[in-house]
């Protein structure tokens, strides 16, 4: 059974950085495209972007309201997803979920989300 | 930009009921169309994708259909575990972007 599960989150100053983390199980993660996924308090779901696997080039996707403040990046000896976001700004408060890619279209498996706070 | 929307916002439902949910797309998605639900305080879960493919382990009283704009997923016989936010999503083809609608939440009449 596909697993993943999210760390790092927590409360960061406006301005500040974070990097967030998404440990997988029970599939093999290097073949796997994986996601990023967030929904702000009462809000619906924002998908932030996508890095595909090793064996075709590890290929970025972004959100527009993320690109070149979120960087996506994968560690396949650990099986690890990462998410370094900078310059975060009071929007950017939310839940955070990494998810699995299912035919290059769809959110596969998710994770149960690591809550960022951006607050003075 | 593909844009989503949802309808009704609140569905109101006895159990055993049928929910009747309705996802509509700016422009044509084809089949490639996925439903979500959400629980509160949980993660999402994928129960439809390509329109009308249950999710595995999905019960088959969740079902898909549509194609185009328009898209519709309905649960015949609402159990209590169904009361639920439900998105819509879909994948522009280029650049690449997942877009969700607005979501529909089905809460107990």
């Known amino acids: 059974e596909e697993q993943l599960v999210e760390s790092g989150g927590g409360l960061v100053k406006p301005g500040g950085s974070l990097r967030l983390s998404c440990a997988a199980s029970?599939?093999?993660?290097?073949?796997?495209?994986m996601n990023w996924v967030r929904q702000a308090p009462g809000k619906g779901l924002e998908w932030l972007g996508r890095?595909?696997?090793?064996?075709?080039?590890?290929?970025?996707d972004y959100a527009a309201p993320v690109k070149g403040r979120f960087t996506i990046s994968r560690d396949d000896s650990k099986n690890t997803l990462y998410l370094q976001m900078n310059s975060l700004n009071i929007e950017d408060t939310a839940m955070y979920y990494c998810?699995?890619?299912?035919?290059?279209?769809?959110?596969?498996?998710w994770g149960q989300g690591t809550l960022v706070t951006v607050s003075s | 930009e593909i844009v989503l929307t949802q309808s009704p916002a609140t569905l109101s439902l006895s159990p055993g009921e049928r929910a009747t949910l309705s996802c509509r797309a700016s422009?044509?998605?084809?089949?490639?169309l996925a439903w979500y639900q959400q629980k509160p305080g949980q993660a999402p879960r994928l129960i439809i994708y390509?329109?009308?493919n249950r999710a595995s382990g999905i019960p088959a009283r969740f079902s898909g259909s549509g194609s185009g704009t328009d898209f519709t997923l309905s649960i015949s016989s609402l159990e209590p575990e169904d009361f639920a936010f439900y998105y819509c999503?879909?994948?522009?083809?280029?650049?690449?972007?997942?877009?969700f609608g607005p979501g529909t939440k089905v809460d107990v009449k």
């Open positions: 422009e044509s998605v084809s089949t490639y």
């Open positions: 390509g329109a009308s």
């Open positions: 890095i595909k696997s090793r064996v075709v080039g590890e290929t970025l």
């Open positions: 999503q879909q994948r522009d083809n280029w650049p690449p972007a997942f877009t």
């Open positions: 998810t699995t890619d299912l035919q290059e279209r769809y959110f596969g498996a």
């Open positions: 029970g599939f093999t993660f290097s073949n796997a495209w």
